[in-house]
């Protein structure tokens, strides 16, 4: 079934351009841009400004689905680390660490809020968003604290990265089983989620890759098998759609 343009579903893909759009921009800016006066304070300010009218625009929707994907992928993304800030001024550094932390409440209680307003019974369910929502960090910081001991263990980085690329994997099969033992909505949601995610991550390794070579920079192994992970991640996600599909269908 073709999905409608509303004006709140196109509110919401404005505000997830806006999240996409200032991450590639940042990125973009570091990697090129020269170091300039007060360039720091003025990409905080533009980024906390643009972290305001996405917030605006997804307190203003009232497309759950749309809404809560884009609420995500903002608490994930927003507002982006400005790595000029901190070798400028120690006090905006510490300030725009308040606003991406404030961010992260804001966003909590977007997604709080557009959860509350599905119809009952809730298509999208609480459990596979709290995976969405905490998983991956929560792993992710598993998976820092082996690299290093592996690292100090043994010298060597290939049970660091093994490590991480073990506990990114168990997060995002945590998100794949909990939205799959709920609703057929829960799971077609995790896989819209996951596609951003993912790709999002493979267009990350795929840049950076890209530079090294431009910049004549050895490009390690590791950001190849990134990208493998984030493919086979993300087929898995398709597949489990599909067998939820059916197995709706036939019931």
Known sequence: MKEKLTKDRISC????????????????????????????LILAMIMTALLGVVVLLLGRTDDTFTGLL??????????????????????????YYLVKQAARLIFIVLVFRLYN??????????LPLCAMLFA???????????????????????G?????????AAAT?????LAFVSTYDSMRFAMYFEFAALGINIIR??????????????????????????????????LATRIKKKNLYQF
């Open 13 to 40: 893909l404005i505000a997830l351009c806006i999240i996409v759009s200032s991450y590639g921009a940042e990125r973009f800016i570091e990697l090129f841009a020269k170091p300039a006066p007060h360039l720091g």
């Open 70 to 95: 884009t609420a995500l992928i903002g608490y994930k993304m927003m507002p982006v680390d400005v790595s000029f800030l901190a070798r400028e001024s120690m006090d905006g550094n510490l300030l």
């Open 117 to 126: 307003l599905q119809e009952r019974p809730r298509k999208i369910t609480a």
């Open 136 to 158: 991956v960090p929560f792993f992710n910081n598993i998976g820092v604290t082996l690299s290093n001991y592996f690292l100090a263990r043994t010298g060597s980085m290939m």
């Open 160 to 168: 660091g990265y093994l490590s991480q690329y073990a506990c990114y």
């Open 173 to 177: 099969l945590i998100i794949l089983v």
């Open 205 to 238: 390794y795929i840049a950076r890759i890209a530079y090294r070579m431009y910049t004549g920079v050895h490009v390690s192994r590791s950001f190849y098998l990134w990208i493998v992970l984030y493919v086979g991640l993300g087929l898995l996600f398709v």
